[in-house]
């Protein structure tokens, strides 16, 4: 399946006395179908910022609107490349283009590869 968009994704995390840190992931999503979009966000190995974990609500509300995507016809996945159980899905309530009270599933690279067609 055709990975639309790969880049590397800036935000403004949870941050100090001295502001908020820059924030830094992974950003891939991928059209399966017309009506079904993959999400795979992944924390940087470099970055210092907020891990996406900590900001998932946040993400996904602000990926829906930069990129016009559907969260009824949207799977959420988070990558921690340095995580023991390195990918989870992530189910969240959407009121209107909110997201909110994410929930985490584990899932294994392989079904990631499954649904998304194609190896990670």
């Not at 990975?3 to 950003?27: I, P």
């Not at 930069?66 to 990918?87: A, V």
Request: charged share 25%; net charge negative.
């Amino acid at each position: 399946m055709a990975n639309t968009v790969d880049q590397t994704c800036v935000w403004k995390g949870f941050g100090d006395r001295f502001g908020e840190w820059e924030s830094r992931c992974r950003l891939r999503i991928f059209n399966v179908h017309p009506e079904l979009s993959i999400v795979i966000i992944s924390n940087l190995r470099c970055d210092n910022g907020t891990i996406i974990t900590n900001c998932a609500e946040q993400l996904a509300t602000n990926v829906v609107k930069d990129f016009n995507l559907d969260p009824r016809s949207l799977t959420w996945i988070e990558h921690l490349p340095d995580s023991e159980t390195e990918y989870s899905q992530v189910e969240f309530d959407w009121d209107r283009l909110q997201a909110s009270y994410p929930c985490w599933t584990f899932l294994r690279p392989e079904q990631v590869e499954s649904m998304i067609g194609e190896r990670l």
